[in-house]
T-cell receptor, first 112, second 114 residues
């Protein structure tokens, strides 16, 4: 089954404790991206990757890191999480940015 | 930063009514996508419009891309309770240094009452 898999689905952690949210897709997609979703703000793009080893900042990259060492995986790293990063996060993939985005089921992060 | 202004933010209507959701921007997009999101799930694509002036229909849903590719609308005819959900528009940058960016509107929460 074609899918985008995010882990974990839920995480409660404390300020400053490094965490990684994994994202994996099995559709051989070139384009992958991360979003955060907050009430009233819609989805805001954090980082995107056009293909392996190529990443670029979205609209809200501060406090986040990504890497794209292989096509299928695109982890989101929070080196020193802060409470303002409490949010619902989505990973998505597609063949290219103008193609339909396939979203994961989301990761709800709470940073205390 | 490109912005997509989506309106209205909330819409509460009775079954059988018609409605229109708008996405507007001062920027040109190479394509405009519409998604629907259910609670606890990721957004799911409804349609992509690419050409200025393009109109696409999906059963009772009609999508239109503005002639200048800066705006789009979603019209639902005879809304049903099953249409309830969060509707999102998303524009792909037309080019330049932000070619890979995808900009989402704030979303419209639609509630259709039986």
């Amino acid at each position: 089954e074609a899918q985008v898999t995010q882990n974990p689905r839920y995480l409660i952690t404390v300020t400053g404790k490094k965490l990684t949210v994994t994202c994996s897709q099995n559709m051989n997609h070139e384009y992958m991206s991360w979003y955060r979703q907050d009430p009233g703000l819609g989805l805001r793009q954090i980082y995107y990757s056009m293909n392996v080893e190529v990443t670029d900042k979205g609209d809200v990259p501060e406090g986040y890191k990504v890497s794209r060492k292989e096509k299928r995986n695109f982890p989101l790293i929070l080196e020193s999480p802060s409470p303002n990063q409490t949010s619902l996060y989505f990973c998505a993939s597609s063949f290219m940015v103008r193609q339909p985005q396939h979203f994961g089921d989301g990761t709800r992060l709470s940073i205390l | 930063t490109q912005l997509l202004e989506q309106s209205p933010q909330f819409l509460s209507i009775q079954e059988g009514e018609n409605l229109t959701v708008y996405c507007n921007s001062s920027s040109v997009f190479s394509s405009l996508q519409w998604y629907r999101q259910e609670p606890g799930e990721g957004p799911v694509l409804l349609v992509t419009v690419v050409t200025g002036g393009e109109v696409k229909k999906l059963k009772r849903l009609t999508f239109q891309f503005g002639d200048a590719r800066k705006d789009s609308s979603l019209h639902i005819t005879a809304a049903q309770p099953g249409d309830t959900g969060l509707y999102l528009c998303a524009g792909a940058n037309a080019g330049g240094t932000s070619y890979g960016k995808l900009t989402f509107g704030q979303g419209t929460i639609l509630t259709v009452h039986p």
